[in-house]
Structure formats: structure tokens, C-alpha cells
């Protein structure tokens, strides 16, 4: 972990979208954007429309979106981003056969932007207008999220997992094409990340241009403010299927096993594995209090029954549980004892923990974790419904075994697929 880092929290696309849109607004180099759902309507089309301006003056624009979360670009941005030269792939796309193939669960879910190597954006939020969703239609309310805009030393490491990605989905094209001799040139231009090696910059994002600093944000008067500090030591945390595979998960349970009075969860898809579980129920045991802001609306049958039964230990172990009422939930923060945070795409559910790339800030900088304390202290105490024991415990019996189908498929396919859990 480094220091000397600028972190703003931005909650919501209301915040977001106008942060992206001016970095891109002021790029001189190079915008890269990850997402897994770009919708191209509401507010998100504002970033869409900074993409394409940024590659008609030049700016090498590259976009990568997963195959999921985006299965197809409108007609009219595949023509408009290929007019101005925005050059975008989608990671794995599904075929004939789709998730059938437990191959195919893999998916890109993290969401990362860097505009010319100085300032970069992770977190949770997706390319889609705050009051549509995908399962849930048009919301009544904004549904909460949250990003991180992030100025310092890790942006490099944003940037170097990035270009891995980037120039491997070049590899898999120029190889399907029969390219083979392009094909080894874009492998050649990956390099092991994290623990091995440094990745050096692409060669459009350090050409020796004097590239500009950070640029000068302001929020959108209608959106909720930024809260921010400088001179935070920070780190880019990483979940792959490669050199990362447990990253995110060991620094949750290191923090967890260190907590001693305060740890706040923000988290949409929440079916925590043994290990989680049993690090929140020792934390209860020595007396910390553990509260969980949790998605309240049935978006899937899987994802909303087979957390069910996991509420029932941890409710009955003493943890509190809140449900978000006002709208959807798709935040994926925490923060402990004031003194650790982290702010990324990561549920702490099997997808996220064993199969997707994901990207989480993590930052021990007391201010800022102080910050998000009170942003969800805030959240809970107003915007929450709690759950309790035996509320859940006595509901009809046809939905329990519903619950209990559902965690027990679940825990049926984790072992085909060969993932303890």
C-alpha cells in the first residue's frame, strides 16, 4: 500500500457520470473504460458522447465491455463510435450455447476508467442511468452506489491490468481471424501483473507528452457532493482467475479478524462463504458490532432464495441485517473501526469471490474512512429496514424450501465446478 493518493467518494451515476465525462472532456492520450453493462440511454449516454468526442480529437479511446452485462451495441454507436474511431471489444461473448458452459461464468464484472494515465475510477457503478435497471425496469428512486475517483501511484497498477486485458482480447480477435503473426504481437505486449511484474505503460499513454495533472472536477449541482481527501495511502486490489484469485477475500477477512468495534458492510449480493461467516460471527463474539446494508428487492430467483438461509446464521449469530428500502441496492462498500475501507465492484457472493474479474480500492486513510463510516451509518439508520430472527424464521414454509433449494443448488453446482465455498 502507497501513500500520496487523492480520494473522492461519488455516490450514485449522478455524481459519476459527470466525473468521467469531464476527464474525458480533458484527455490528451488515452481513455480506457472497463464496464460490464453500458447502457446507451437516460444520463449514461453523456459518457457515451465524451468517448466519441475524445477519439475525434485523436484521443486513442478503448472500451471494453463484457459480453453479459452488454450483450449487444445499439446499431447506431456501433456506426458512431466506428465514425470516430472509438475502438471497443466485449469480453467473452456468449455463442450458441451461452452459460451453459461453466466456462462462460467468467465474467469481466469490474469497472475501471483511466484517462491518460492520471486519474482513474473504480467502484461499482455501471454505464446505466440511476433510475433504469435491468431486472427491475424503471426504478421510482435512484438506486445507491458508489465509485471512488483516485489520483496517485495505484492508477499505474489500474492501468497495467488494463492494458493486460486489453491487448489479450486483441490476441484472442487477431488468432480468430487467422492472424497468427499479429496474434503474437498483442501476447508479446502482456506482461504478468501484481507479485511478478510491473507492466509498462502503453506506449500512446507515455510518448513524452507533458499529459496534464488531475482534472478539476466539480459535481453536478443536482447530484449528491463528493466527499474526499488528499495524501491517502490506498491500494488497487484485484480478483482474477490467474495470479488474484483470492485477494479481495483475504484482505476482507484480515480486516475482519482485526476489527474490534465497528464494521459496516454495503453490499448487494450478499451470500457470504464459510470463511466470511465465521470471521463476522468471531467479530460479534468480541464484542463489534457488524451491520449489513443489503439489496432488498427480488431482482433473481438464485441470488435473492439462497441468501436467505445464510441471514438465518449470521441473524441468529447476532449480526444486524437492513434491507435498502427506497430503491435498488448495487453497492459494494465497507468500512471498519473508521480505519479501513474499501470501495470497488465486488459482491461478496460466489460469482464475484471465485469466477469474475472485480477491481476494489482499499485505503487505510482514517479520513476517508471516517467519511464512508457516516455516508453508511447515515444510509442504515435512515434508509434501512431491519431483519429480524424471527421474522425470517417464521415466514410460510413454502418460501424457506424455496431458500433452501436454492442454497443447496447452488452449493451443488460450486462442487461440480470443482470451488469450495
Given at each position: ?22 476527464a ?72 450458441r ?115 496534464p ?35 479481495i ?11 474490534r ?13 464459510r ?8 467479530a ?46 448495487h ?83 460450486l ?7
Amino acid at each position: 500500500m502507497k501513500g500520496g493518493h487523492q480520494l473522492v467518494l461519488l455516490q450514485n451515476g449522478a455524481a459519476l457520470f459527470p466525473a468521467l465525462v469531464a476527464a474525458m472532456d480533458a484527455a490528451r492520450s488515452v481513455v480506457h473504460l472497463e464496464t460490464y453493462i453500458f447502457e446507451f440511454a437516460g444520463s449514461a449516454l453523456s459518457v457515451a458522447e465524451a468517448l466519441e468526442r475524445a477519439a475525434q480529437r485523436g484521443v486513442v479511446v478503448r472500451l471494453v465491455i463484457d459480453g453479459v452485462g452488454t450483450p449487444r451495441m445499439p446499431v447506431e454507436w456501433v456506426q458512431r463510435f466506428a465514425v470516430a474511431g472509438v475502438r471497443w471489444r466485449v469480453y467473452a461473448p456468449l455463442g450458441r450455447l451461452g452459460l451453459l458452459l461453466p466456462s462462460r461464468w467468467r465474467r469481466l464484472h469490474r469497472k475501471l476508467c483511466v484517462v491518460d494515465g492520471t486519474v482513474g475510477f473504480c467502484g461499482g457503478i455501471n454505464i446505466i442511468d440511476d433510475q433504469d435497471d435491468v431486472a427491475l425496469g424503471r426504478l421510482l428512486a435512484p438506486r445507491l452506489d458508489f465509485s471512488l475517483r483516485v489520483a496517485g501511484p495505484l492508477v499505474d497498477d489500474m492501468v497495467e491490468t488494463m492494458d493486460q486485458l486489453w491487448w489479450r482480447l486483441q490476441a484472442v480477435r487477431k488468432a480468430r481471424q487467422r492472424e497468427f503473426g499479429a496474434a503474437w504481437q498483442a501476447l508479446r505486449s502482456t506482461r504478468p501483473v501484481g507479485d511478478f511484474s510491473r507492466l509498462l505503460a502503453t506506449f500512446e499513454a507515455r510518448t513524452g507528452l507533458d499529459l496534464p495533472g488531475v482534472a478539476a472536477f466539480d459535481a453536478d449541482e443536482t447530484g449528491p457532493a463528493p466527499l474526499g481527501v488528499d495524501g491517502a495511502r490506498a491500494a488497487l486490489l484485484l480478483r482474477d482467475n490467474v495470479s488474484h484469485r483470492h485477494d479481495i477475500e483475504r484482505a476482507y477477512l484480515k480486516a475482519i479478524g482485526e476489527a474490534r468495534h465497528d464494521i459496516v458492510i454495503a453490499n448487494a449480493y450478499f451470500i457470504p462463504g464459510r470463511k466470511l461467516r465465521r470471521a463476522l460471527m468471531l467479530a460479534v463474539g468480541r464484542g463489534v458490532r457488524v451491520r449489513l446494508l443489503l439489496q432488498g428487492k427480488y431482482e433473481h430467483f438464485f441470488q435473492y432464495r439462497a441468501a436467505r438461509p445464510v441471514y438465518q446464521i449470521l441473524l441468529n449469530a447476532g449480526i444486524e441485517i437492513h434491507e435498502y428500502a427506497p430503491s435498488a441496492l448495487h453497492a459494494k462498500v465497507a468500512v471498519l473501526d473508521r480505519r479501513w475501507a474499501t470501495v470497488g465492484s465486488t459482491n461478496l457472493d460466489p460469482l464475484s469471490l471465485l469466477l469474475a474479474r472485480e477491481a476494489n480500492v482499499m485505503t487505510t486513510d482514517r479520513r476517508f474512512a471516517a467519511l464512508l463510516h457516516d455516508c453508511l451509518d447515515s444510509l442504515v439508520t435512515r434508509s434501512g429496514q431491519q431483519l429480524h430472527a424471527h421474522t425470517l424464521s417464521q415466514r410460510p414454509w413454502h418460501q424457506r424450501v424455496l431458500d433452501r433449494i436454492a442454497f443447496g443448488t447452488m452449493r451443488v453446482v460450486l462442487f461440480i465446478t470443482g470451488h469450495r465455498y
